[in-house]
T-cell receptor
């Protein structure tokens, strides 16, 4: 069985500061991991995904995430926050493309001017 | 047009009423899913379908039913709506070649 835990339901950073959103996973098989972003009044959009290739994954809008098996983590980072990054971010895990995806509870990111 | 279209976008209904949420897709994906989103709980899976003849319950299927009318259409029904079914509902699709889902824009349902 798979699960994900997102640490921090709300993160607030200043514009231009580092963004770090934490995600830890649990999986009995090698996982496939995702970050999705949800802007207000919109559906979820895929930000990036890890599918057992490179452990450092680059996504859209300057975000990246690193798969660390020893720490069972897949934290999302962005070097410099922009006001447009304000949204809710979901970490998710699956066992394969044939399996359903399990989502974390989400982290709301706020950006201070 | 959007790849995954949900109708209606917003709906207010009364307790005890039957309501159907519809989802259609142009992605050509075999797999379709219904999730509900509640603040602080993330997305929870209600039902999913891997092809037209396949329907599976998710983690919170009680009080809901689904119909897969065609590869492109997957409807969610609330037979007798109750207030704790007030939520944001998302339809999603996927295929075997690409990991990850394509989501619709959601249906905001309020049961009063």
């Amino acid at each position: 069985a798979q699960s994900v835990t997102q640490l921090g339901s709300h993160v607030s950073v200043s514009e231009g500061a580092l963004v770090l959103l934490r995600c830890n996973y649990s999986s009995s098989v090698p996982p496939y991991l995702f970050w999705y972003v949800q802007y207000p009044n919109q559906g979820l959009q895929l930000l990036l995904k890890y599918t057992s290739a490179a452990t450092l994954v680059k996504g859209i809008n300057g975000f990246e995430a690193e798969f660390k098996k020893s720490e069972t983590s897949f934290h999302l980072t962005k070097p410099s926050a922009h006001m447009s990054d304000a949204a809710e971010y979901f970490c998710a895990v699956t066992a394969s493309s044939a399996s359903k995806i399990i989502f974390g509870s989400g982290t709301r990111l706020s950006i201070r001017p | 047009d959007a790849d995954v279209t949900q109708t209606p976008r917003n709906r207010i209904t009364k307790t005890g009423k039957r309501i159907m949420l519809e989802c259609s897709q142009t992605k050509g994906h075999d797999r379709m899913y219904w999730y509900r989103q509640d603040p602080g709980l993330g997305l929870r899976l209600i039902y999913y379908s891997f092809d037209v003849k396949d329907i599976n319950k998710g983690e919170i299927s009680d009080g809901y039913s689904v119909s897969r009318q065609a590869q492109a259409k997957f409807s969610l029904s609330l037979e007798s709506a109750i207030p704790n079914q007030t939520a944001l509902y998302f339809c999603a699709t996927s295929d075997l070649e690409n990991y990850g889902y394509t989501f619709g824009s959601g249906t905001r349902l309020t049961v009063v």
